[in-house]
């Protein structure tokens, strides 16, 4: 069984979500939401990310890290504070001698949904169906669960 903790960066709420497994069974362990007001200064939101990141690989200890990558985006404004999100929750894994892997939100949609071009309430009930767990309304969570399930299934495959 590996433990994958998966993370859907995003401006001001970076969903994460922690499961174990093999490519047949996913368990969920946690999940949840790190939140920073709209507003708040790019230096505190980042050192703030920084560190609620860093608390929860030490917490709990995933052997793998399962990031979305950066997509394309007509909002250059938006692009550049996921990018930069990105850059900080990348440093924070690095720094705590984790692999890391990396996939586009049309894979993800795919492994989990069978289809790259599903809608957020088709991931929501898959995630529901796989995991057991209720993630209505919680689009950032759902996403970081489907991003670990990626994660899990396509190093599982690589390594049989």
């Known amino acids: 069984m590996v433990k994958v903790l998966g993370i859907d960066p995003g401006t001001h709420r ?26 708040t200064e790019l230096g505190s939101y980042l050192q703030n990310l920084y560190s609620e990141i860093t608390l929860l690989l030490k917490t709990h200890q995933p052997e793998l890290v399962a990031i979305e990558k950066l997509f394309f985006q007509k909002n250059a404004k938006t692009a550049i504070s996921v990018a930069q999100a990105r850059g900080v929750i990348l440093l924070a894994i690095v720094e705590n001698n984790l692999p890391f892997v990396e996939y586009s939100p049309n894979t ?3 492994v989990v949904a069978g289809n790259g071009q599903s809608d ?29 399930i990626t994660g899990l299934i396509y190093t599982q495959k690589s390594q049989n």
């Open 14 to 39: 970076v969903g994460w979500g922690l499961i174990e497994g093999t490519v047949t069974k996913q368990r969920h362990l946690a999940s949840g939401c790190i939140e920073v007001p709209p507003h």
């Open 108 to 110: 993800i949609k795919s």
């Open 120 to 148: 957020k309430k088709t991931i929501e009930r898959m995630i529901r169906l796989l995991l057991g767990v209720d993630t209505a309304n919680v689009d950032d969570t759902s996403d970081a669960l489907a991003i670990a």
